[in-house]
């Protein structure tokens, strides 16, 4: 079955620094993961997605997330952090069989100013 | 509208009582999904409707919970005699048909739901 992990949950990091939101996943076969983001007391917003092609993938709002084939990660990075980054992200694959979308339990970011 | 609507936006009843959900999906999306979201538990899959073709219901967590789309926009979550751990945020999702297998799922705002 397909799965995503996200070991973290929660991330602190001080505006201005580079941040780091880990996921890794379990697929059979080519995985197509995403990255979404959710604002306090908004819905889930897609951030970016790896389909084929570059393992970095750049995304809205200046995130990247690179895929890493032999640690089976996808992890999400952004050079500088900004308060305004302080939400909710979640990891998500989809499953080839059905069309779901499988989400992770989500890692909480905040940013320090 | 432009987006996903949602309502009610919040929603507390009583153990026992049914409780309606409704999803107005982003016009012209023939995909539209109900999630679960619960406190430390991530999104949980209910319900996949993609046009005409028969719904995937293997999220639905008992026989309590149905979901229907009429006219392949509307959807309502329905849930008979809640219980207490029903309370949760329920998120309706939406997507063009050719935008499913990219994974770019267009969300509402969500229903709270509390059940006391």
């Known amino acids: 079955a397909q799965s995503v992990a996200q070991p973290e949950d929660q991330v602190n990091v001080a505006e201005g620094n580079p941040l780091t939101v880990k996921c890794t996943y379990s697929?059979?076969?080519?995985?197509?993961l995403f990255w979404y983001v959710q604002y306090p007391n908004r819905g889930l917003q897609f951030l970016l997605k790896?389909?084929?092609?570059?393992?970095l993938v750049k995304g809205s709002y200046g995130f990247e997330a690179e895929f890493n084939k032999s640690q089976t990660s996808f992890h999400l990075k952004k050079p500088s952090a900004l308060v305004s980054d302080s939400a909710l992200y979640f990891c998500?694959?989809?499953?080839?069989?059905?069309?779901?979308?499988?989400f992770g339990t989500g890692t909480l970011l905040a940013v320090q100013p | 509208g432009a987006g996903v609507s949602q309502s009610p936006s919040n929603k507390v009843t009583e153990k026992g009582k049914d409780v309606e959900l409704r999803c107005d999906p982003i016009?012209?999306?023939?995909?539209l999904y109900w999630y679960r979201q619960s406190l430390g538990q991530g999104l949980e899959f209910l319900i996949y409707?993609?046009?005409?073709?028969?719904?995937?219901k293997s999220g639905l967590p008992s026989d309590r919970f149905s979901a229907e789309r009429t006219g392949g926009s509307v959807s309502t979550l329905t849930i008979q005699r809640t219980q207490q751990e029903d309370s949760a945020v329920y998120l309706c999702?939406?997507?063009?048909?050719?935008?499913?297998?990219?994974?770019?799922?267009?969300f509402g705002e969500g229903s709270r739901l509390t059940v006391l």
């Open positions: 999702a939406s997507s063009l048909a050719g935008r499913v297998n990219t994974g770019e799922l267009f």
């Open positions: 697929v059979s076969g080519n995985p197509y």
């Open positions: 790896y389909i084929t092609g570059d393992n």
């Open positions: 998500a694959v989809r499953d080839v069989s059905t069309n779901k979308l499988i």
């Open positions: 016009s012209g999306h023939t995909a």
């Open positions: 409707f993609q046009g005409n073709s028969a719904p995937d």
